[in-house]
């Protein structure tokens, strides 16, 4: 517990979804100095970097329309945490003292070494200097000219419909099947506007070799490629590993169900770098708020000698964007397994409009308006239920 005259410092490491929702929550106590630090001056709207690749729309916004007053800014990027001394090492050489930290770093692309030329000549799309990089190449490239995209999964399938609405030739690759996590119905519905719009769709083929002008795939056919969009997988920063902090196989911070780290009590983290229990959820917009509402809640609780809650995420639908003009929202249970129920079409594609895109932008600045605003959880779900069948097997003989 922090003495109640004191001023408690909470730095906040990542102004993504998690983090700008956490800097604007924890602000319901006013003796606590507030700062986020983040490599960028502006917040960049990662669900549509795929428009802004396609010179649809813009990605970036400023912090200073999405932040609550109070709020420090240091335009920087953390590379090591001094969890002894309660110091963040910034890449500029500064350091900041902290009594909490919360930890949303994010996610970013993942290119794989061990597909020859993926490095070299495949374009990553999962943050905004690569989009930079990518609507710059795409600029250069004849609008006839063949593209191959490489992931079936919703970014994929998203970059993949942009394009297509423009008359670009699209070739979208995936080693599994298109749009996974929906259930059949909706992956039929998203193929079939694909198809009808162009997109040449090869599912369950393996990606063996990236090269200047084209795609070699399992079997050695070669597809045509002015430009290679690499969408497939994504991974986290080092900082955790780097700072001695316990971490999953693919580098997310591993907390308890409270979302705090299981070495530092004085480290909670949200977002698509954490991973509750060695149980991550899915790495989405949908879970990085309610995880940084639920991450500031944790910090205000410890501040206040409270015991902090426990998580408790449901996911209930899923959408993807088709173009402008159209897309599809999958249901799913609590736990985030697809039913054969979606909305597609018109209706699909304003609701991924309306509520996947422009509704996180509105959460921010509801949080900015009013500190706790949101709630923080989405309902009894996949925590619960996970909580629950631990004790029945524990129950067992």
């Not at 240091?74 to 919360?102: K, P």
């Amino acid at each position: 517990m922090t003495d109640s005259n004191s001023i408690t410092k909470v730095v906040v490491i990542g102004g993504g979804y998690a983090g700008a929702v956490a800097v604007n929550r924890l602000r319901q106590r006013r003796d606590v100095e507030i700062t986020l630090v983040n490599p960028r001056a502006e917040f960049i709207e990662r669900m549509r970097l795929h428009q802004f690749v396609a010179d649809a729309h813009e990605a970036a916004i400023g912090y200073d329309t999405l932040l609550g007053a109070g709020v420090r800014l240091i335009v920087d990027s953390a590379v090591r945490l001094d969890t002894a001394d309660r110091r963040i090492e910034l890449a500029s050489g500064r350091e900041l003292e902290y009594d909490y930290v919360v930890y949303a770093v994010g996610s970013t692309a993942a290119v794989p070494a061990s597909v020859p030329g993926a490095v070299e000549f495949a374009y990553p799309i999962a943050e905004f200097e690569h989009a930079q990089r990518l609507r710059a190449a795409l600029r250069e490239v004849p609008a006839a000219a063949p593209i191959v995209v490489v992931g079936g999964g919703l970014t994929g399938v998203e970059t993949a419909a942009e394009l297509a609405e423009q008359g670009r030739a699209v070739t979208l690759v995936d080693s599994g099947k298109l749009a996974a996590n929906f259930a059949d119905p909706a992956r039929r519905s998203v193929r079939k506007w694909l198809t009808e719009n162009g997109v040449d769709v090869r599912e369950e083929t393996r990606v063996r070799e990236v090269r200047c002008d084209g795609v070699v795939v399992a079997g050695g056919e070669v597809l045509p490629s002015a430009l290679t969009i690499w969408t497939a997988g994504f991974g986290v920063p080092e900082l955790a590993a780097r700072s001695g902090l316990r971490t999953d196989e693919l580098g997310r911070l591993l907390t308890d169900e409270t979302l705090t780290s299981i070495d530092d009590d004085r480290i909670v983290a949200a977002g698509d770098a954490v991973a509750p229990s060695g149980r991550p959820l899915r790495m989405s917009c949908y879970a990085a708020q309610p995880l940084g509402a639920q991450a500031a809640d944790t910090v205000l609780a410890r501040i206040a000698g409270s015991e902090p809650a426990v998580l408790d995420v449901a996911f209930v639908a899923c959408t993807v964007g088709l173009g402008r003009r159209a897309g599809a929202m999958q249901f799913s249970r609590r736990d985030d397994t697809p039913v054969p129920m979606y909305i597609g079409g018109r209706v699909g594609g304003w609701i991924k409009e309306r509520v996947g895109l422009a509704g996180p932008i509105g959460t921010i600045r509801k949080e900015a308006r009013k500190p706790g605003a949101i709630p923080s959880f989405m309902g009894l779900g996949r925590r619960k239920g996970l909580r629950d069948a631990e004790t029945a097997a524990a129950a067992r003989p």
